[in-house]
């Protein structure tokens, strides 16, 4: 199969290993009925089916039902065995398949955006979703109806083993499920891998293997990790029911904590609505910066706005993180980018445009950009709306380190980081240091989203929640911290900031900064070592 077509059906083959271990798992008896929701090509059927011949049974595909929506892919998987369908799985739902009860249901689900899933199935899919009390809406991608509608077609005792997006961790389109998941579910198993499944594919996947009203039920979600599918062979029944289940996590709280060690896990707990522990949102506010409908008209270098003779109708703006060296942006910054021929000036005329300025906007209009959807929806489509400049900027897409940095030279942000506005009364430049913490960088990792790319990225509902050890009282050498994040040094800074916030400030011991630090460096690197893969 094509990646153009992989990229339209949202999916790729499954790895035999992988089709084979969930099969085995999922299917314990030889009079075990089997779906399998979305066959493609039939991997997940030729390994139901040898399961099912293992445990003596002698018209396997009798057993496995598989059903597909396109043609081609049905009529392959129809000729590895089984009973199979072509057609819409959701559709089939309301027309028969769902009248059943299954006692092992495996597969792949395609991943699939909402703008790309098409109306005539989204619909009956996100109807099931409403019938089953959820409420998709448009971040739903389409494995979230597959794995909820399966969930419900499950036996008394079924088991249900499915690769799906490691995004379940994390993505809040998804809170309802793990909430569900968790209620409906005497083992939740999840297998994850520090390699990536899908060759071409950037998206991080994971196994996950439900068992209900389980004989040796955990209280929590077990994490199995592996290397890739080839090491799926050394894991059986045995080895994963020997793993102890972490306990049940805060609804509030995503799933990637499940990757942290216990002890933190309590510690998390203790300090969780702790006084000496803020909010971020009661130290600051935090939203998106200018969207300018074109960047590359209107955040230009100081070479393109003196060529057309448009100084002055340019004002300071910062468009990437890397444009910050330090804890604070100061004039001597901003003059160092403008040598370097950064695109640190936001064209932003006012009044009675000069003659070199309407030039320039009408090159603007010859290139198309007054069609772009940003700028036809304003009048003049050239004067792009800005508010209140912020006070700071917040890393909005993040690599090692998150970031609060203050803004001396009053610049304003194109969205690509978020601008933030200090609380009445707050001293800023603590703020910033303070937030350099083991712990704020903890709930950083366990906040954010990441995706396949390592990068952990911040709405500013995100960014309004994270918790910083904070207090009036605190005082930092702003001008010491500001050097060591210029020099490099920024894991110097957070034992400096671990020393004054969560040692000193909340009276936590040496061992217990340990384990957030370490928590926070183990969720990092987990986060990093995607994007070197």
């Given amino acids: 199969m094509t990646d153009l077509v992989n990229k339209l059906r949202g999916g790729y083959y499954t790895p035999g290993e992988v089709a084979r271990f969930i099969c085995d798992w999922a299917i314990t008896s030889e009079d075990a009925t089997v779906l399998e929701p979305s066959c493609g090509d039939g991997s997940f059927v030729v390994a139901a089916v040898k399961r099912l011949k293992e445990l003596g049974v002698h018209d396997a595909s009798s057993l496995v039902t598989g059903v597909e929506l396109y043609e081609e892919e049905a009529r392959k998987a129809a000729e590895k065995g089984g009973r199979i369908v072509c057609g819409d799985f959701f559709s089939q739902c309301r027309n028969g398949i769902g009248a059943k009860r299954y006692d092992a249901i495996v597969g792949n689900p395609p991943f699939i955006r909402y703008q790309d899933f098409e109306e005539e199935y989204r619909s009956v899919a996100f109807d099931l979703m409403r019938d089953y009390g959820f409420a998709p809406n448009r971040l739903t991608n389409i494995w979230l109806p597959f794995l909820v509608v399966c969930c419900h077609l499950l036996s008394d005792r079924g088991r249900l083993g499915m690769v799906i997006p490691a995004e379940l961790f994390q993505v809040k389109y998804a809170a309802e499920a793990r909430q569900f998941l968790m209620q409906q579910f005497d083992n939740v198993n999840v297998v994850t891998f520090s390699e990536l499944l899908f060759e071409g594919a950037q998206q991080e996947v994971v196994l996950l293997l439900l068992e209900r009203n389980a004989t040796n039920s955990g209280a929590g979600v077990r994490i199995i990790e592996e290397v890739n599918a080839k090491s799926l062979a050394r894991l059986g029944r045995k080895e994963i029911e020997s793993i102890k289940p972490k306990r049940k996590l805060p609804e509030s709280m995503k799933w990637q904590a499940y990757y942290l060690d216990s002890k933190v896990l309590d510690l998390l707990a203790e300090l969780n609505g702790h006084g000496g522990v803020k909010p971020s949102s009661e130290l600051f506010d935090v939203n998106v910066g200018v969207v300018s409908g074109q960047n590359s008209f209107f955040v230009i270098d100081l070479e393109t706005a003196t060529r057309n003779h448009i100084e002055e109708a340019c004002t300071p703006i910062i468009s990437r993180s890397f444009q910050l060296s330090g804890l604070a942006l100061t004039n001597e910054d901003f003059e ?64 090692a380190y998150p970031r609060i940095v203050i803004n001396e030279k009053q610049a304003h942000t194109t969205d690509t980081l978020h601008k933030l506005r200090f609380t009445d009364g707050i001293d800023g430049r603590s703020v910033a240091v303070a937030f350099n913490n083991s712990l704020t960088f903890l709930m950083s990792e366990l906040t954010g989203r990441s995706y396949g790319g390592g990068v952990l990225t911040f709405e500013p509902s995100e960014a309004r929640s994270l918790p910083i050890p904070f207090d009036d009282g605190i005082s930092f050498d702003f001008e010491r911290a500001d050097e060591l994040v210029r020099s490099g040094k920024t894991d110097e800074l957070i034992s400096y900031v671990d020393a004054v916030v969560l040692r000193e400030h909340l009276g936590m011991t040496s061992q217990e900064i340990a384990l957030v630090r370490d928590g926070w460096l183990m969720l990092r690197n987990r986060r990093l070592a995607r994007k070197k893969r």
């Fill in 336 to 399: 160092r980018q403008l040598e370097m021929q950064r695109k640190v000036l936001l064209f932003l005329p006012d009044g009675e445009l000069t003659k070199d300025e309407a030039s320039y906007i009408k090159f603007g209009e010859a290139e198309g950009f007054n069609g772009n959807f940003k700028c036809r929806i304003r009048t003049p489509w050239y004067r792009v709306p800005t508010s209140w400049k912020p006070d700071a900027f917040f890393y909005r897409q993040v690599g």
